[in-house]
């Protein structure tokens, strides 16, 4: 990934967001990655589009190398919606396409809702518009575990830390990301340190802070009033947001399109960046440029 531009934007209550932009050109991409990871994820699209145009990534507060809030009010949606238009603004992007994965695309969608002028275009990577991918994890009353998980992680950071800490240094971070999120057969070992590295640095508290806000959430009203083209990506493997629950995000977004990858997992933008990437720049090609 060659970074042109690293640089931090002063957000609504002075948190620091860090973000970095490749490439030159317009549409301006922004990515929105997955909550508790890094942009890591979108490594192979960062190089190949910023062949073609900029692409800005940026860590969400608390998270890589953004800085925490001085006020632990100010860990919500609407704290991270404010941190994007921060970057935007810094990064001189009057609009953008927001390309986002995972819970990416919540946080991207209330952006929607409330700076519509400034998106010229939605890219939507196994992600929805109802609620967290907690609630959809592949076990037993995965709700329980989800707030269980929350109620830990919250009151008692220091351990879950610790066991978050551990599980990233043994063989049990590769078998569950296996199991849960994508093909290990498919994914470099590049890749899968990145995941690992990111579970390590994760500050608990804020994360399941955001994840117990996020999992009651829906943008549901935002989908009927999108007018700017949309493309929705999902995996018939993906286990956390199942390819249905995308198709119904896309029959309320007028001329949205959806592109369904037979064997794609959660992971699906280092799993097969070639088919992503050459879908996304078609898109781009006829329903942006």
Known sequence: MKIITQNYATSFDGTAIHYCASGEGSPAIVCCNCLGLTPCMFRHLVNYFSGKQR??????RGHGMSYF?????????AALVSDLLAVLDEADLERAILLAHGSGVMI???????HPKRVSALIAICGSH??????RLP???PEVLMKVACSVGERFPGLMDFGLG?????????????????DRSLVCDEDLCAFVQDIRMLDSELYFTLVKQMADQSAADVLDGIRVPTLAICGGRDRLTPSDLMKQMVSRVPAAELFHVKNGTFALPVEQPETLNLRIDKFIRERVS
């Not at 692409?55 to 969400?60: A, E, G, K, P, T």
């Not at 991207?108 to 409330?114: Q, V």
């Not at 109802?130 to 609630?135: C, I, P, Q």
């Open 55 to 60: 692409v800005v990534c940026w860590d969400y």
């Open 130 to 135: 109802e609620g967290h991918f907690l609630r």
């Open 166 to 182: 551990r599980l990233s240094t043994t063989s049990l971070a590769s078998f569950l990301m296996g199991e849960a999120f994508l």
């Open 69 to 77: 809030p001085r006020d632990a009010d100010n860990i919500d949606t």
């Open 108 to 114: 991207a969608l209330e952006f929607m809702r409330s």
């Open 139 to 141: 076990v037993p009353r």
